[in-house]
């Protein structure tokens, strides 16, 4: 009875790494349950399920992470093309400042939503070292080294 409650409550662990996208974390629990499992002779078939069920949640999850990856790659080539545009493009220099004060203010706010939608990227640290390439180019100094020490914990 003590190694089902154990178990149960290690299995929770498992789906709880999964629902926060430790999935990393949540393979290593999965790997100790079915390490145990086969010290424990008497596995019943329910076990097995869940151990099963874990695993579909984790190889799901880990296609989420991926096709998440590959989206915030594409957006940030397509703000960095956006903003190499307005900085070569043709104008007066105040014009054209004016066009990449614009851009870099889209590239922030389109930054920000993609952290937000795909908050589990693995990416973090090349967005947020963006972000703060953009926050220098509008010279805000103070929000650019927050984005440069928010990417740091992620390096």
């Known amino acids: 009875a003590d190694y089902n409650m154990e178990r149960n409550n290690r299995i929770e662990e498992v789906n709880k790494q999964i629902d926060n996208m430790d999935i990393q974390r949540a393979e290593k629990l999965l790997f100790e349950i079915k390490k ?12 097995n399920r ?4 874990a695993e579909k949640r984790i190889e799901a999850a880990k296609k989420m992470v991926y096709d998440g990856d590959n989206a915030v790659r594409k957006r940030m080539k397509e703000i960095n093309k ?3 545009e307005v900085e070569n493009g043709d104008g007066g220099y105040v014009t054209k400042r004016e066009q990449c004060e614009e ?3 889209e590239a922030i706010d389109y930054i920000e939503k993609t952290l937000a939608e795909y908050y589990y990227t693995t ?3 090349e967005v947020y070292n963006l972000q703060g390439d953009i926050y220098m180019k509008l010279g805000m100094v103070n929000s650019a080294q927050k984005s440069y020490d928010t990417a740091k914990q992620y390096k």
């Open 50 to 53: 869940d151990i099963v069920a």
């Open 36 to 47: 145990k499992e086969k010290d424990y002779k008497n596995g019943k078939e329910g076990y």
């Open 103 to 105: 851009k870099y203010k």
């Open 123 to 125: 990416l973090k640290w």
């Open 82 to 84: 956006a903003v190499q």
